[in-house]
């Protein structure tokens, strides 16, 4: 109980502080230039976002606090309608990957729930519908033909995936970022791209995160997007920016 009501103290400070320094920290100002910017969205996934999903049980309530499958949905329209770059960084794992000899503890969660789970990397046997598959919503966005599905990143960031080289090879040096999980994916994909010299700001309601007694992914997400990130918008405040006709 001791060690219980330390961490609940512990949880309230950083919110408390995080409060505080939103309001003392500076705004890096970044401004969205179509050209050289590209939507990218971590994990549009059924075991993710859909009520059958395998992570719903620890992620649901904060996807709809969020209104997160919708925002994520607007997010698609409003690029697709600007003319901007899109791009999917997926989280697939296939039977070679269950050799994995140790992990870190969602690692080894989401090896125990088979999220994630596909047949092969050749093969899209048993994908369609899976939860490994692109929540039906996103199908029409995803499979227009010029959104960028990048190669599956294993763990949480980019590294282990083609995604920065695929931007590069766009000119893309900004990025507005969203999709799953707050503070596994998107934020490692963040620090990620941060240090290979992207602008990125964080689309704070079109994440979520696992949310289980004494731990909140997401409001850890928020404290860490203000501190490192070019910019942390609404998914409104990104359709502001990237409609070009004058407010009426």
């Given at each position: ?120 990397a050749l ?94 992914g997401y ?30």
């Amino acid at each position: 109980m001791e060690i219980r009501n330390q961490l609940i103290v512990t949880v309230a400070s950083l919110l408390v502080f995080c409060g505080t320094a939103d309001a003392q920290l500076p705004d890096p100002g970044m401004k969205i230039d179509p050209a050289r910017t590209a939507l990218v969205v971590t994990d549009p996934q059924n075991d993710f976002l859909s009520p059958e999903g395998a992570t719903w049980g620890v992620v649901g309530k904060s996807v709809e606090a969020n209104n997160t499958v919708a925002n994520i949905e607007s997010l698609f329209k409003s690029a697709k309608a600007a003319g901007i770059e899109v791009f999917v960084s997926p989280h697939y794992y296939y039977p070679t990957d269950s050799s994995w000899e140790f992990g870190g503890a969602v690692e080894v969660m989401m090896k125990e729930i088979d999220m994630f789970s596909r047949e092969g990397a050749l093969t899209t046997k048993g994908f369609s519908g899976s939860g490994a598959d692109w929540l039906t919503v996103y199908k029409p966005y995803i499979a227009d033909g010029r959104t960028v599905v990048a190669s599956p990143h294993k763990v949480y960031g980019p590294e282990s995936n083609d995604l920065v080289l695929q931007l590069r090879k766009r000119g893309i040096d900004k990025v507005i970022l969203a999709g799953m999980s707050a503070n596994l994916c998107v934020e490692s994909h963040l620090r990620a791209l941060l240090e290979a010299g992207f602008e990125v700001a964080v689309v704070k309601d079109a994440t979520a995160a696992a949310v289980v007694p004494g731990l909140d992914g997401y409001q850890a997400a928020l404290v860490n997007f203000r501190f490192l990130a070019s910019a942390v918008l609404t998914t409104s405040e990104v359709a502001t920016r990237l409609d070009p006709r004058p407010v009426q």
